[in-house]
T-cell receptor, first 112, second 118 residues
């Protein structure tokens, strides 16, 4: 089955700096890769996603890149702000939405 | 985005009792709902996948007689924790998707239910 690894597990950056979180997956059939942000005690919220036919997607300060050959995808947050502090989860899903696997999460702390 | 509600938001119960958690898709028909369990500082652990009108598919290691899932309609799935024990205390989150046939295969999460078994 699918296996998703995520690094780093914790990340601290200064406000205004960039943050990068990387995930790798094992199942070449996976073709949809969402990223979720979960604040303490709250539900995960989808922040950006990318499909396997696209190499990069950007939404304001957030971008995601996908390398299908290497089976890894990354979340990039630029100009980080304190409100970006949260746990971020990547996930990989196959075409039928039946193989949905989360990464272990990255706790991002943006220091003022 | 689509809205998924979950009820109750938190529950405290005595050991040995059963607890039912409801997950509702409020503005779309959810062909598939997922139930997750999350321990503090850990990732979401998929417990089971339920499709409307059929039996849920449980992940390895999840006791189906312990965690009863019923997906009776396209907008409602329930998770019943039977004979709850303290080790069942956790944060339970449901999610729903309208895929297929829609292309919106992303999952929409409920707000979660915090269960504490005394």
């Amino acid at each position: 089955g699918e296996n998703v690894e995520q690094h780093p597990s914790t990340l601290s950056v200064q406000e205004g700096d960039s943050a990068v979180i990387k995930c790798t997956y094992s199942d070449s059939a996976s073709n949809y890769f969402p990223w979720y942000k979960q604040e303490l005690g709250k539900r995960p919220q989808l922040i950006i996603d990318i499909r396997s036919n696209v190499g990069e997607k950007k939404d304001q300060r957030i971008a995601v890149t996908l390398n299908k050959t290497a089976k890894h995808f990354s979340l990039h947050i630029t100009e980080t702000q304190p409100e970006d502090s949260a746990v971020y989860f990547c996930a990989a899903i196959d075409n039928y939405g039946q193989n949905f696997v989360f990464g272990p999460g990255t706790r991002l702390s943006v220091l003022p | 985005g689509a809205v998924v509600s979950q009820h109750p938001s938190w529950v405290i119960c005595k050991s040995g009792t059963s607890v039912k958690i409801e997950c509702r898709s409020l503005d779309f028909q959810a062909t598939t709902m997922f139930w997750y369990r999350q321990f503090p500082k850990q990732s979401l652990m998929l417990m089971a996948t339920s499709n409307e009108g059929s039996k849920a598919t449980y992940e390895q290691g999840v006791e189906k007689d312990k965690f009863l899932i019923n997906h009776a309609s396209l907008t409602l799935s329930t998770l019943t924790v039977t004979s709850a024990h303290p080790e069942d205390s956790s944060f339970y989150i449901c999610s729903a998707t309208s895929f297929p046939p829609s292309s919106q295969e992303t999952q929409y999460f409920g707000p979660g239910t915090r269960l504490l078994v005394l």
